[in-house]
């Protein structure tokens, strides 16, 4: 998997390509982590270019909404394919995350 | 000419779901499988392979889980055996999706999503190994 990470207007911005899965997911974790020991604390997750993810993956994304939230910050996810959609669906992910189409509806939210 | 049924075994190691992979979507691509029902097998095959490597030893031996795919009558087979402790997915109680965010846990989940992804999950104890068969249609 490859992480690509920019800022826009004091929004982290991470764009994973490829598999999130129980291999890749810590590496991910890792990189959110030292994001937020810089002080990121609104961050946005681009989708687009990923083609799976398990629950590994959803772990990560469910322990960054909550260390956002502590710290008074927010997460978003955008850009997802419709089958990585409905993963979140059934784990009930949506009820407190907010999902956009794209990443300018993502910017937005904050 | 393309196989109904492939057989291969996976060491009781993470990088092996490279692997893993790689033999599931080869053999799901002969066989003409939509991307989407590719992507939920996948994942119900990790979730469980990542259940018996993560708890299914006490030691520190090479283990090695045997795994069977096969396409039958428009249904996609998947049976895996390994020699850990009893695991029973299918007794597995699922999350708690009611609670507050801080509350949200990740445990169960993977059986979860398996249960819904599949149509059909069979658990067995036998010889000291444990064996599932999922299956889901695929036409």
Known sequence: MQIKEEKQNEVHIFKLVGRLDSNTSPIFEEKVAAAIAKGAIRMVIDLENLEYLSSAGLRVILKTTKELKRLEGKLVLCSMAEYVREVFEISGFDTFLPITAGRDDALKKF | ?139
Not at chain 2, 18 to 41: G, N, T, V
Request: with cysteine.
């Open chain 2, 1 to 139: 000419m393309t196989d109904n049924k492939i057989s291969f075994k996976l060491e009781n190691k993470l990088f092996e779901l490279k692997r893993l992979y790689r033999q599931m979507e080869s053999f799901a691509k002969q066989h003409r499988l939509f991307p989407k029902d590719i992507f939920k097998i996948n994942l119900c095959i990790e979730e469980h392979f990542t259940n018996i490597i993560s708890h299914g030893y006490t030691d520190c031996e090479t283990h090695w889980i045997d795994v069977t795919l096969a396409v039958e009558n428009g249904n996609f087979m998947v049976r895996m055996e390994d020699d850990g402790i009893p695991f029973n997915p299918t007794k597995i109680v699922a999350p708690d999706f009611h609670c507050s965010l801080e509350e949200r846990k990740i445990g169960g989940l993977g059986v979860f999503l398996t249960r819904h992804f599949m149509d059909t999950m069979a658990y067995q104890r036998r010889d000291n190994k444990n064996i599932l068969v999922m299956t889901k249609k695929i036409k």
